[in-house]
């Protein structure tokens, strides 16, 4: 979701390609960092900002990617934590009227063997619990990568990140290119305007 400067690097974020499809009548605001976690979020004033917000405001919330580096321990939360940070957040936003839209991460274009592996273990079906009962909207990102991933093999996957080299993919480490994340931003946008939610749908150009 992070917003990479043009000058600095070949790598854009998602949100960054989202904004052509926005109305003009919304004010987007992109407060993603590279390497967070819900731990980070919180550790990091993450809760003090969500405390300036409205009801006007729509958080998307994509986390989960950075959670399960159990080697980083400034990232990491165990799963019991990680529903339960994740939950604090939403409660935190609540409490401000704050509407929530949670976002699983996205897959990653990690090919053994040809066969595209599952590197997010169970933390990409805790949010989908946490959404559910939580009763908020979620953005299966995870769901729509991973199909759209599994159409590929990693030669034909390579044109939409900046690097797929072995050795950064062994580390989990990866960035979407310009085409990439505009692709990406095309399956929010489809999804949104697959929600039955009329306050999320106005958020798009009619």
Aim: with cysteine; charged share 25%; net charge neutral.
């Amino acid at each position: 979701m992070a917003t990479y400067g043009a000058d600095s690097t070949e790598a854009r974020g998602w949100v960054q390609m989202l904004e052509q499809y926005l109305s003009p009548k919304v004010k987007l605001t992109n407060d993603a960092k590279l390497g967070i976690s819900a731990k980070v979020f919180m550790d990091n004033q993450g809760m003090k900002q969500l405390a300036k917000q409205s009801a006007r405001t729509i958080l998307f919330l994509q986390l989960g990617t950075n959670d399960l580096k159990e080697y980083s321990q400034a990232q990491y939360s165990a799963p019991d934590a990680f529903i339960r940070r994740v939950q604090e957040i939403i409660a935190a936003a609540y409490k401000n009227k704050v509407n929530v839209l949670l976002c699983t991460p996205l897959a990653q274009p990690y090919y053994k063997e040809g066969v595209l592996i599952d590197r997010l273990g169970s933390y990409t079906e805790m949010i989908r619990h946490i959404a559910a009962y939580n009763h908020v909207g979620l953005l299966d990102l995870e769901q729509t990568t991973r199909e759209w991933l599994q159409g590929m093999t990693e030669q034909e996957a390579a044109k939409y990140y900046v690097t797929l080299d072995e050795n950064a993919l062994a580390n989990g480490e990866y960035q979407l290119n310009e085409e990439g994340a505009t692709v990406v931003a095309g399956m929010v946008r489809d999804a949104i305007v697959n929600t039955n939610s009329k306050k999320l749908k106005k958020i798009l150009k009619k």
